[in-house]
């Protein structure tokens, strides 16, 4: 009678194992499926918004001129890298630039080509290497979040081809 209670037993003891390992393989779906919605709900939430680029402001103009600054937002709850910046001509050829979140009194790139971390807001200074004034730059900056890079316009007399025409209709 003891070997019919020990086989029952060790019988009864791998169908509650298997049972646990099943019910085990279950959560652990159930837990990766839910981790995957959490992820893309908060993916939604991963955007950088920039602000209007602009020269500077600084003392000697001739620097201030071949300098662009844009602040860059980040509206998500994790921290955002700017991982690289491209810059581009009206043509679409790329520009030798040098890019930081800070700069110096002559305009000057601060720590230059590291990588930039973002919570709420960050300026952006991007110099042109042979530095000519900049009156058209795209710039294509690269971050951490998975969508497209992010596409930046300077162009100054954008905006003021458009006021004319407008004062022209009235």
């Not at 099943?22 to 950088?48: M, N, P, Q, T, Y």
């Not at 100054?156 to 081809?161: L, M, S, V």
């Amino acid at each position: 009678m003891s070997t019919e209670i020990l086989q029952t037993t060790s019988t009864l003891a791998a169908v509650l194992a298997a049972l646990a390992a099943v019910l085990s393989g279950i959560c652990a779906f159930l837990s990766f499926k839910l981790a995957k919605k959490i992820h893309k709900e908060l993916a939604l939430d991963e955007r950088v918004l920039t602000g209007t680029p602009i020269h500077p402001g600084l003392r000697e103009h001739a620097h201030d001129q071949c300098v662009i600054r844009c602040t860059l937002f980040n509206k998500s709850k994790r921290k955002v890298h700017i991982e690289s910046v491209e810059a581009y001509d009206r043509g679409g050829k790329k520009l030798e630039v040098t890019w930081a979140s800070d700069i110096d009194h002559l305009g000057n790139p601060q720590n230059p080509f590291q990588l930039i971390g973002i919570v709420d807001a960050s300026d952006l200074y991007v110099r042109k290497n042979d530095g000519e004034t900049v009156d058209y730059m795209r710039l294509k900056v690269v971050h951490s979040f998975p969508d497209s890079p992010t596409s930046i316009v300077f162009d100054p007399y954008a905006e003021w081809g458009i006021e004319e025409e407008s004062s022209d209709e009235g």
